[in-house]
């Protein structure tokens, strides 16, 4: 794919309504759960990112028949728990760590080979998180000697249920091991410390699969499946992401006289740390209509220009906004006073080093930041930075997307040296950006 620099410059308010691209987490989940269901499905809303792409692909590959309509829907028509085929080519996951380590726990209980790849950012993320507990329950691996991809998994005919508490909060890890779970006899259960998104519990009790939840006497939650599952297929509505929808609401917040609407994002609390931090910071968002779709919460978020001021975020509430630290930074950067990011070390293995490039970007922008191994302040003066700095993007798209919305509130422009790969979360991000009234063009 060519490089494609972007730049933001300041301009006037943002205003209007703009619905953003469905969620990436559920999307991929319908897709997976659409391919294990006995059945048709039918999925409306469903993102069509370049991420998603991949998992249809490689379901494709495993035998599912998946397509999209002529009307914008997806319909998939599922094999049955258990029922997948051996894939004759390799399984390209792209930039995506969720198809990546979701469809490893998920041809694990199959008893055949499937080969795995990525990008130049996803042969760099560990693989041992997911390969260490499904080993447990019977699979094997053969990954590069540094626990990274490209790698292959032998998936077991004799698959052992397992009870693993998480080392890291990953709900992607929960996810490949309830995944194996489904093709395991006997009860599958995942201990979780801090809870984490859980859209693949919500999904499975939606297709019909009992899920159970208990609260351990720590505190702790066991979430567990019993396995030979049936998944009945049941049509879905995926809401519309909260983590993308977080750069239209920070940049209606930092651009002066904005008022910007959001309809049907996904309220799920163990996603919403993002909007609750920006609250605290005095964040003028309100969140109405609130309803429910296909087993999710969603709302139509009302967000309206606001002087914020620097604030702690709580380290236990890294799981819920994990993805939303770097549109955060944006946002501390032009607020009054310090604001404090602990416990933030997984953002040291998403797509880039998120942690690093933000703490670079920011000072490249002219804002002081501290930065430690597991944390970082970023210290607001209580207007936006000066700007003026091209940011290096490391095929990341939320550092892309972040820079972008901080340049169209700063003095100078701010620039991103590749912007092509925000086409895997968030496809039309600049035109609907700028249908708001934003200056995002090429250069
Ligand atoms: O389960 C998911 O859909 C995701 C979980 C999170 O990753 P981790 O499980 O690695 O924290 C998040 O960063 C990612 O964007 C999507
Ligand atoms: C970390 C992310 O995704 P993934 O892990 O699926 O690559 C993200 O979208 O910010």
Redesign the pocket.
């Known amino acids: 794919m060519p490089a494609k620099p972007l730049v933001a410059r300041k301009g006037g308010a943002l205003a209007g309504t703009v619905r953003v691209p469905g969620d990436?987490?559920i999307s991929?989940r319908s897709l997976m759960f659409g391919a294990l269901a006995l059945g048709e499905t039918r999925i409306e809303g469903l993102l069509t990112g370049e991420d998603v792409l991949r998992t249809a692909d490689a379901l494709r590959a495993l035998g599912a028949s998946i397509e999209r309509l002529d009307d914008g829907t997806w319909r998939t028509r599922g094999r049955g728990v258990g029922g997948l085929a051996e894939p004759s080519r390799v399984l390209d996951m792209g930039n995506s760590?969720?198809a990546a380590r979701l469809l490893m726990g998920l041809v694990s209980t199959h008893p055949f080979t499937s080969i795995f790849t990525g990008d130049a950012s996803l042969v760099k993320r560990p693989m041992a998180r997911v390969t260490v507990p499904l080993s447990k329950m019977g699979a094997s691996f053969v990954l590069r000697s540094n626990g990274r991809l490209p790698g292959a998994v032998v998936g077991t005919n004799m698959p052992v249920p397992i009870e693993y508490r998480l080392p890291v909060?990953?709900?992607?890890?929960k996810?490949a091991i309830l995944l194996a779970g489904l093709n395991t006899p006997g009860r599958t259960t995942v201990i979780e410390a801090e809870p984490?998104?859980d859209?693949t519990e919500r999904m499975l009790r939606h297709f019909g699969v009992d899920v159970r939840e208990e609260v351990l006497e720590d505190g702790a939650l066991a979430v567990s499946v019993t396995g030979e599952a049936n998944l009945t297929a049941r049509d879905l509505v995926v809401p519309s992401d909260p983590s993308s929808a977080a750069f239209p609401a920070v940049a209606a917040l930092l651009c002066p006289g904005s008022e910007v609407r959001l309809p049907g994002v996904g309220t799920n609390t163990r996603r919403t740390g993002l909007y609750e931090t920006l609250k605290e910071m005095g964040a003028d968002i309100a969140f109405q209509d609130q309803r429910e779709e296909a087993g999710e919460p969603v709302a139509d978020l009302l967000v309206r220009a606001t002087a914020l001021k620097g604030v702690e975020v709580p380290p236990d509430r890294a799981?819920s906004m994990?993805?939303e630290y770097p549109i955060l930074a944006m946002a501390a950067a032009c607020a009054t006073g310090p604001t404090v990011m602990r416990g933030i070390g997984?953002l040291r293995v998403?797509e880039s080093d998120r942690l690093a490039m933000v703490a670079d970007g920011l000072v490249a922008c002219g804002v002081k930041v501290e930065a430690g191994e597991d944390w970082m302040v970023v210290h607001g003066t209580g207007k936006p930075p000066k700007g003026g700095a091209r940011i290096a993007t490391a095929l990341d798209h939320r550092i892309a997307m972040s820079f972008l919305v901080l340049g169209l509130a700063t003095d100078e422009p701010v620039g991103v040296d590749d912007g092509s790969f925000i086409d895997t979360s968030f496809p039309g991000f600049v035109r609907l950006m700028n249908g708001l009234g934003a200056g995002i063009g090429e250069g």
């Open positions: 990436k987490s991929h760590g969720t909060a990953s709900a992607q890890v996810s984490t998104r859209h799981p994990i993805d997984e998403k």
